[in-house]
């Protein structure tokens, strides 16, 4: 199975700050892109972010402005920076590769309270 561990979730107040944090194995991040996906209480898992095989970022339009991804390659990690974080954002928040692969961390949860 793929090795993906996340970290940095936490509970935060509207308009405060978190940055996500996604350790992937080697020969997994050296050939995958990576994304940020997160799933609400009840609702479906979606994609927040992600790297194309270009190496260009995307973003959902609930997020734009406010989330920024990263990778650093000498680390394996792939970061989600939450700016402006609304209650909206509450949600389980998974790294995978994109497009995903069929097994999942564990995620990370982010509540924000308003």
């Known amino acids: 199975q793929v090795q993906l561990v996340e970290s940095g979730g936490g509970l935060v107040q509207a308009g405060g700050s978190l940055r996500l944090s996604c350790a992937a194995s080697g020969s997994i991040f050296n050939i995958n892109a990576m994304g940020w996906y997160r799933q609400a209480p009840g609702k479906q898992r979606e994609l927040v972010a992600h790297?194309?095989?270009?190496?260009?970022?995307n973003y959902a339009d609930s997020v734009k402005g406010r989330f920024t991804i990263s990778r650093d390659n000498a680390k394996n990690t792939v970061a989600l920076q939450m700016n402006s974080l609304k209650p909206e954002d509450t949600a389980v928040y998974y790294c995978?590769?994109?497009?995903?692969?069929?097994?999942w961390g564990k995620g990370t949860l982010v509540t924000v309270s308003s």
């Open positions: 995978n590769t994109f497009p995903m692969g069929l097994h």
């Open positions: 790297f194309t095989r270009e190496g260009r970022t």
